[in-house]
């Protein structure tokens, strides 16, 4: 039979990480997205300096362009095509739908040079070397980071050890010791329940992943949300390390 409190703990963190998978998504949507801004930005150069339009140096920016990046040109392209946009007014509608100021910054850049119409290829030249140094920054910034991140699930699972040598090895031995000692003036001393340790053991656990789940989500993505689903992971693995133990008969 499965222990009550470990039912909502699981399904506790299986919500959490539904809830915050959204925002985890996003926020790795966005990382990518903006890390291939600045080739983009050559691409379009390259292509407008050979005498191609706006229209047709985006046609060639999205063939080779990796994913999200492919994905987003091609939205700026059936907007013109279909929608009867210009590749001006398809490309900042896009940008308003994404979370993303740099992405913004980038579609004002492309088409307010465009319209101007002086020096096109000089100022996505400029562009891209601008955006080139903001993106190794976040790149150089999220690999210092994300050590944070395995250093997480590795405190979840050394409580989750410390926690079933503390209820499967000490608590039986302390209880062998209590109920050898001989009582005094009719005292009898309190044994603790296993399942009760358990039980508390797995709530505080349950707080503390929640609580540092939200911190890896704002330190490492920007934002709380996405990190729910860290500590949704980690709830379900602390009630399984807790709980493993006692269904094989440890």
Same mark, same amino acid.
């Given at each position: 039979m499965f222990d009550l409190v470990f039912v909502v703990g699981v399904a506790a963190g299986l919500a959490l990480a539904l809830v915050g998978v959204g925002a985890? #998504? #996003?926020? +790795?949507?966005?990382f990518r997205l903006e890390g291939q801004? &600045?080739?983009? =930005? #050559?691409?379009?150069s390259d292509a407008v300096s050979a005498g191609l339009s706006l229209k047709g140096a985006v046609e060639s920016a999205a063939a080779p362009?990796? #994913? &999200?990046?492919?994905d987003v040109l091609r939205?700026?392209?059936?907007?013109?095509?279909?929608?009867? %946009?210009? +590749?001006?007014?398809a490309l900042w509608r896009v940008a308003k739908e994404i979370p993303s100021p740099n992405f913004r910054? @980038?579609? %004002?850049? +492309?088409? $307010?040079?465009?319209?101007? /119409?002086?020096?096109? &290829? $000089?100022?996505?030249?400029?562009? !891209?070397?601008? @955006?080139?140094?903001?993106? $190794?920054?976040r790149q150089a910034v999220a690999s210092q980071l994300r050590p944070y +991140?395995?250093?997480?699930?590795?405190?979840?699972?050394? @409580?989750?050890? =410390?926690?079933?040598?503390?209820?499967?090895? =000490?608590?039986?031995? =302390?209880? *062998?010791?209590?109920?050898? !000692? &001989?009582?005094? *003036?009719g005292i009898e001393p309190v044994v603790l $329940? *296993?399942?009760?340790?358990?039980?508390? %053991?797995?709530?505080? /656990? @349950?707080?503390?992943?929640v609580v540092g789940g939200l911190i890896v989500g704002r330190v490492v993505y920007g934002g709380p949300r996405a990190g729910l689903v860290h500590a949704g992971a980690a709830a379900v693995i602390l009630a399984v390390g807790l709980w493993a133990p006692q269904w094989m008969k440890f």
């Open positions: 985890w #998504r #996003r926020a +790795v949507y966005v801004i &600045p080739q983009v =930005l #050559r691409v379009l362009a990796l #994913r &999200p990046m492919r939205q700026v392209l059936s907007l013109t095509e279909v929608g009867g %946009l210009t +590749v001006e007014e910054r @980038f579609a %004002l850049i +492309v088409t $307010e040079a465009a319209r101007s /119409g002086a020096r096109f &290829p $000089e100022v996505l030249d400029v562009a !891209a070397r601008s @955006f080139a140094t903001v993106v $190794e920054f +991140v395995a250093l997480f699930y590795a405190v979840v699972a050394v @409580f989750a050890v =410390l926690a079933d040598v503390l209820v499967y090895m =000490l608590l039986p031995q =302390l209880a *062998q010791l209590t109920a050898s !000692a &001989p009582t005094q *003036q $329940e *296993q399942g009760d340790v358990i039980r508390v %053991l797995y709530i505080s /656990g @349950f707080v503390s992943a």
